[in-house]
């Protein structure tokens, strides 16, 4: 006797819809990680998503959790609002590296540093992918945008600037890391952070933090599988992957 | 235990990151353009034999078109 | 033991009182002068009543903290000074879009650019035209002693939540840092489900809510515009003021704030050598007092417009009684604290005509 089972079973928080982002864009993958995270944790009825500017600020149509836009960059800010006002809940914020690190590199240290129990999802593509692809603080050396179009020079446009590792620095924050979704391996181990993320928001351990290195094939001006590509050959030596903080791992120490 | 997967075509974008991850390698792009223009991936009936059930493709699938499904034994007669 | 019958404290302190006082849970914050008495007393005074206090990391940063408080469906607000408020403009333009409640607070001070630490009311354009982008309105409540300081914040709230709007608390500097009595008082028989019905809180047991002001479908921000301009047509019977001897008055002197409570001492004065002047204080700056100001002015009434700024209220009080009369102008020029006899001279020419 046999039956047929299914393998893939999307959380119902994901609506079912098709989304605007660009073919082999990455948003589609940590959308479904956040999903996934809350899902297994029995959070979703208490979630509240904190969107941003950004190609994802549409994130609430593929999310169905009580959700509020907010301006550019001020995400932390907002979530913060929310988690105080109503302590009990999941906040989390989904940020871009121009919404995140550039305008809103206030908020977001300042967030991390009160060790807000909020998690934010950054999601890094080394662009401002909405706009049409202008210079971001994550633009590498050398890698050409609209705004930089001879490729970004280290004495014009100074270095790329690696989140984690500062956010890691504060005092507040509980979890950061940084991961991948370019391969197989590398989704596991993103998932397990995601998760991870909001498993410390649970616990009040402080604020938590996953990068996400992904792909804007589109203002790369790449084909997905190329970009998908650059993932490993030149955005991983820039951006190593790993746990740059972890409030449990040093206790057990 | 024979597996297969499902691609919505609707929803393929033509992306082709599954191509990428599948380890029996049996994902292609077709010669199909769906409503919006994507050249969709799929796996030909001959091919689908060798699917292993893994999921790894529906795992990078940014669009979440793929569904992937396995055939159990249902226990001892 | 029972509450004071009378406190004697700075109109900055009135205003974080009456906020609590009117139930408010949370309270972002950031230094400048001259309101730091605000954040100073929040600092204890919130987490004593119950609530939560941030010193924020800008007032930009505030303002968007006000934002997601208030999008929970409960009492919160951020206080500051003109150059302060000039930065919480983009979140105060969301919150009017998103349809959040909210206070804001602003103890202005001399501008442009820096200014000064004293008193003016530069900031009248800036609170009734919108500082900041999109047509919008708040409801701007400006309290000319310490006392309306606390009854103002109470009303404020309520405003907010019953129209689902920001709403301003306008002082300055003089009724900020003044010392005057005040006789606390408790709201009583508020709403405990409000906010309830709209807030997030996570959707359990419903469908998700959005608290959003992007509007990008085929005709959908026109219908959003012509939502909110029939929520601020309803808000004008919101409209009030203080009038003071101005049934008999030839010229009606019109002023807000703190200069509309040192004009009244002038009248006072100038009414005991016989002089027919009135004072109409608009307390509401939005919704603008037109509909009184326009019978008085079908009365034969003359005008005599005084602000602490370079003439803003001005056009207001023009365009409400443009069909039968005009307003002379005095302005106060900021970085100078007036007295009653500053104002004795303009008055007196303005009546002579």
Known sequence: MTQEIRVTNYPEVLTDRASHYCPGCHHGIAHRLVAEAITDLGLVDKTILVGSIGCSVFIYNYLSLDAIESPHGRAPAVATGIKRARPDKIVFTYQGDGDLASIGMAEIMHCANRGENITTIFVNNTVYGMTGGQMAPTTLVGQKTTTCPGGRCREHEGMPIRMTEIIASLGGVAFAERVAVNNIKNIKKAKKAVAKAFEYQTRELGFSFVEVLATCPTNWRMTPLEANKRIETEMIPYFPLGTFKDALAKEEK | MPSRVEFREDRCKGCLLCTEVCPAGIIQQSNRFNQKGYKVAEVTPENMAKCKGCAFCAMICPDYAINVFKTESGGKA | MSAPKRIFVKGNEAIARGAIAAGAKCFFGYPITPQNDIPEFMSSAMIEAGGDFVQAESEVAAANMLLGASACGIRALTSSSSPGVSLKQEAISYMAGCEVPGVIVNVSRGGPGLGDIGPSQGDYFQAVKGGGHGDYKLLV???????????????????????????????????????????????????????????????????????????????????????????????????????????????????????????????????????????????????????TLLSLAKQGKRFLTIEHNMGQMVEDVRLSIRTVADSAFHAQLPGNLPTPDDFEEPILKALEG
């Open chain 3, 141 to 291: 409540l400006a309290p000319g002693t310490v006392q309306e300081a606390y009854d103002l914040t109470i009303k404020a709230f309520d405003l907010a939540f019953k129209y689902r709007n920001p709403v301003m608390v306008l002082a300055d500097a003089i009724i900020g840092q003044m010392k005057e009595p005040v006789v606390p008082w408790v709201p009583e028989n508020r709403d405990p489900n409000e906010g309830q019905d709209w807030g997030l809180g996570g959707a359990q047991g419903r469908a998700p809510r959005l608290i959003k002001s992007l509007f990008l479908d085929d005709g959908a921000l026109a219908e959003q515009n012509l939502k909110l301009q029939a929520k601020y047509q309803a808000m004008r019977v919101e409209a009030d003021q203080e009038m003071f001897l101005t049934e008999d008055a030839e010229l009606i002197v019109v002023a807000f704030g703190s200069i509309g409570r040192i004009v009244k001492s002038t009248v006072r004065k100038l009414r005991g050598q016989g002089k027919k002047v009135g004072l109409l204080r608009p307390i509401t700056l939005f919704p603008f007092p037109s509909d």
